[in-house]
């Protein structure tokens, strides 16, 4: 039990506000990963690697699963990994999670399991690859051949959430790997949603299994129309400001206007994070929530320094925190800004600029695409609030972007060209 991380479980959480799904969103995805383990679709496939940008509401989507499948007795365990949780951000008690919980789940697994643990005490100091093979696969496979599930169901799903922010990237490929090996070894009826970052690691480990196992890829892109489910979030909890905020007698009927909803949808950019810090802030019993939407929409400044997006400042710096040369990567950002508003882009155009070489910004950017993704010559940011943290000062600190260097910089450059071919004296 000491190697247990209780906290880890999809139902159990130190967090006061756990991540979950608002009622009536994220419906279509949730089907989606609902068909393909109860192999309704892509049947073959033993791993569904569900991804996304930061804030995308991940780890929401993998409780809900899980707590859905666990109601129908199809859940066979659940791990959450967690950055800031010591006992959530390593590899380490994954396996002893996962094997408790199958004790629990399938009883009959216990006395296996034990017998496992007696034979050789020091197992859980092993190897992840020889822990599940011992306490999970091994059980499993003699009750499979026993056909002790013959009369009763087998309850297949694996939930991995988060497996980016397990501190060891080795560690990370290393499962995926040996979760691919080893399904295809033991032809066990198991499931293991792997719900994570597009980090570049991650998905090179993906397309190595690929190549060899039947692996489903689901991205959180537009295709789920984000939108409209922050949309029907928004809506629901404007409505319940209204109805129960302290201050809600003194709400006008028709605030929220329209407009500030679009506006707040096209900044969350279909990010669940930013939608749900805003109106977090915006509901503080604290103040008018009038106000606080004002300060949100930076209408006005925020008071006494309390900042909307203080929890996204914190994501977005711990992001920029694992670039090569943060230096370099503001430079490549601002001026990439600049160049776009002169009703232009071009990644090209940035690298003559910073004086870089071919593919580099490519490169100093890798470390950022769970915000931003560098197709052919333009640079995607999957969150429109990135640039409104880099341009400001108090936000971004010491990853701040100035646009008046930036122009001065990109502006400089056009000079230097023109010198150079002689439309200059």
Same mark, same amino acid.
């Given at each position: 039990?000491?190697? $247990?991380?209780?906290?880890?479980?999809?139902?159990?959480?130190?967090?006061?506000?756990?991540?979950?799904?608002?009622?009536?969103?994220? $419906?279509?995805?949730?089907?989606?990963?609902?068909?393909?383990?109860?192999?309704?679709?892509?049947?073959?496939?033993?791993?569904?690697?569900?991804?996304?940008?930061?804030?995308?509401?991940?780890?929401?989507?993998?409780?809900? $699963?899980?707590?859905? %499948?666990?109601?129908?007795?199809?859940?066979?365990?659940?791990?959450?990994?967690?950055?800031?949780?010591?006992?959530?951000?390593?590899?380490?008690?994954?396996?002893?999670?996962?094997?408790?919980?199958?004790?629990?789940?399938?009883?009959?697994?216990?006395?296996?399991? #034990?017998?496992?643990?007696?034979?050789?005490?020091?197992?859980?100091?092993?190897?992840?690859?020889?822990?599940?093979?011992?306490?999970?696969?091994?059980?499993?496979?003699?009750?499979?051949?026993?056909?002790?599930?013959?009369?009763?169901?087998?309850?297949?799903?694996?939930?991995?959430?988060?497996?980016?922010?397990?501190?060891?990237?080795?560690?990370?490929?290393?499962?995926?790997?040996?979760? /691919?090996?080893?399904?295809?070894?033991?032809?066990?009826?198991?499931?293991?949603?792997?719900?994570?970052?597009?980090?570049?690691?991650?998905?090179?480990?993906?397309?190595?299994? !690929?190549?060899? /196992?039947?692996?489903?890829?689901?991205?959180?892109? #537009?295709?789920?129309?984000?939108?409209?489910?922050?949309?029907?979030?928004?809506?629901? +909890?404007?409505?319940?400001?209204? +109805?129960?905020?302290?201050?809600?007698?003194?709400?006008?009927?028709?605030?929220?206007?329209?407009?500030?909803?679009?506006?707040?949808?096209?900044?969350?950019?279909?990010?669940?994070?930013?939608? /749900?810090?805003?109106?977090?802030?915006?509901?503080?019993?604290?103040?008018?929530?009038?106000?606080?939407?004002?300060?949100?929409?930076?209408?006005?400044?925020?008071?006494?320094?309390?900042?909307?997006?203080?929890?996204?400042?914190?994501?977005?710096?711990?992001?920029?925190?694992?670039?090569?040369?943060? #230096?370099?990567?503001?430079?490549?950002?601002?001026? *990439?800004?600049?160049?776009?508003?002169?009703?232009? *882009?071009?990644?090209?155009?940035?690298?003559?600029?910073?004086?870089?070489?071919?593919?580099?910004? !490519?490169?100093?950017?890798?470390?950022?695409?769970?915000?931003?993704?560098?197709? +052919?010559?333009?640079?995607? %940011?999957?969150?429109?609030?990135?640039?409104?943290?880099?341009?400001?000062? +108090?936000?971004?600190?010491?990853?701040?972007?100035?646009?008046?260097?930036?122009? /001065?910089?990109?502006?400089?450059?056009?000079?230097?060209?023109?010198?150079?071919?002689?439309?200059?004296?």
């Amino acid at each position: 039990m000491d190697a $247990v991380s209780p906290n880890a479980f999809y139902d159990s959480d130190n967090r006061p506000d756990p991540p979950k799904c608002h009622p009536n969103t994220r $419906v279509t995805v949730i089907n989606k990963i609902t068909e393909w383990a109860t192999r309704m679709i892509n049947a073959d496939a033993f791993i569904l690697w569900l991804y996304g940008p930061a804030g995308a509401g991940k780890t929401a989507i993998a409780r809900k $699963v899980a707590e859905l %499948f666990a109601a129908q007795g199809l859940l066979l365990a659940s791990f959450l990994f967690f950055r800031s949780d010591p006992k959530r951000n390593t590899m380490k008690p994954l396996v002893a999670n996962i094997a408790y919980r199958i004790s629990c789940v399938i009883p009959a697994t216990k006395k296996l399991i #034990n017998a496992a643990i007696e034979a050789d005490p020091l197992i859980l100091s092993y190897s992840m690859e020889v822990q599940l093979t011992k306490l999970v696969l091994e059980p499993l496979r003699l009750l499979t051949d026993e056909d002790y599930f013959k009369h009763q169901q087998f309850p297949q799903l694996v939930v991995i959430d988060g497996l980016d922010e397990c501190l060891d990237t080795g560690a990370q490929t290393n499962c995926i790997q040996f979760l /691919s090996s080893s399904m295809a070894q033991y032809q066990l009826p198991l499931k293991f949603l792997i719900v994570s970052r597009p980090e570049a690691h991650i998905k090179s480990a993906f397309a190595l299994i !690929c190549e060899r /196992s039947t692996v489903s890829h689901l991205e959180l892109n #537009n295709d789920f129309i984000p939108d409209e489910d922050i949309r029907c979030f928004l809506t629901d +909890k404007f409505h319940d400001i209204k +109805k129960c905020h302290p201050f809600c007698s003194r709400i006008p009927p028709f605030w929220p206007s329209v407009q500030q909803i679009n506006t707040l949808i096209c900044k969350a950019s279909g990010q669940f994070i930013y939608a /749900s810090l805003a109106m977090r802030f915006i509901n503080s019993t604290f103040d008018s929530p009038m106000r606080q939407l004002d300060i949100v929409l930076e209408l006005r400044p925020p008071i006494n320094h309390d900042h909307p997006f203080a929890e996204l400042d914190a994501l977005y710096t711990h992001i920029l925190s694992c670039t090569k040369d943060s #230096n370099l990567v503001s430079r490549i950002l601002g001026v *990439y800004d600049a160049v776009v508003k002169l009703n232009s *882009y071009g990644v090209s155009i940035v690298e003559f600029m910073l004086g870089l070489e071919d593919g580099d910004v !490519c490169i100093y950017l890798g470390p950022l695409s769970s915000l931003l993704e560098v197709e +052919k010559d333009r640079i995607l %940011f999957h969150h429109s609030s990135f640039m409104d943290f880099l341009s400001n000062p +108090k936000r971004s600190k010491t990853y701040y972007v100035n646009p008046g260097l930036s122009s /001065s910089l990109v502006s400089q450059r056009i000079l230097e060209g023109f010198s150079s071919i002689g439309m200059f004296p």
